[in-house]
């Protein structure tokens, strides 16, 4: 469904030259759900509008759904639906005016375009706000009526940006409800962008890592975890002094490595942190040194991000986010 070979974007501003994309090889297959992750400004947006042939790549190639961007980009649109950053429909216009002109566009008769805007109304539980204005609608709703406008005409690959971003927690859980069952019950190919680790760990069979314009990394969330991080195991003692003799007596034991020291608690990671916590309980006792709370926690993909780019993700986005403030 995508496949891009050496893809890059660049952009000319008064101080030079930025490479917001950098040689992006891509391969997704049909019917697969794949996350991007990365702070503002790794080129996220800037590869989701190239494949979506709304921005011209600088060099290097991309083929979306057996159609090249460059030179073929009105049959890339035909087969794909695209839900960027912004609110797509009008916020003075009705929600089924919207999606019928939306089946129009794309070649619908006036009986089809009614039909499939009253199903997709149906769909994203929309029904009952059919006649009001756009302006008046909730967020999840507004955002529920742009995902169910990229559906109109019913494309083999979807492309989200940012699709939950600025909902509360229960439009985001409605949201994700209706992409899943979307790809569950009709097999469509989902690539989507997101500062929610969460999402991605939870709903995405796929996980890129994009960074300074590259892929740095590209697997499953459960082998991105096991390979890129680690387990954490959290010991609180009694004092300072307890925690530090605690932080030593870690890095004795076997797959232990980054103990640190924060007050009375130290924070020790471990390969196998199930298997290496009571080990670690033990050497402390021998010690002498008294654990009055122990915690394990599996790493995030936040852990991930972190060991690759020497950033966490969400603190990234977060200055970036105040810059542009």
Partial sequence: MIQTRALTRSFRIK???VEAVRGLDLSVSEGELVAFLGPNGAGKSTSLRMLTSLLSPTSGTAVVAGHDVVREPAQVRRHIGYLGQGNNAGHLYEPRDELYNQGRFYGMDRRAARRRADELLTDFDLAPMA????????G??????????????????????EPSTGLDPQSRAHIWQHIRRLHELHGTTISFSTHYLEEADQYAGRVLIIDNGRVVADDR????????????????????????????????????????????????????????????LRALEAAGVKALTAELSRPTLDDVFLNLTGRRLRETAAEQESGEA
Wanted: glycine fraction near 12%.
């Fill in 140 to 161: 999840g709703q507004r955002r529920r009526l742009d995902i169910a406008l990229a559906l109109v005409h019913r494309p083999r690959l979807l492309f989200l940006d």
């Fill in 15 to 17: 101080k030079g030259v």
């Fill in 131 to 138: 006649r009001r204005r756009v302006g008046s609608l909730s």
């Fill in 221 to 280: 969330p459960e082998r991105l975890k096991e390979q890129q991080a680690s387990d954490c195991i959290t010991v609180t003692t009694g004092d300072e002094e307890s925690a530090r003799h605690a932080a030593t007596v870690g890095e004795q034991v076997p797959g232990a490595h980054g103990a640190t020291v924060d007050g009375k608690t130290v924070r020790l990671r471990l390969g196998d942190g199930a298997a290496g916590l009571p080990e670690y």
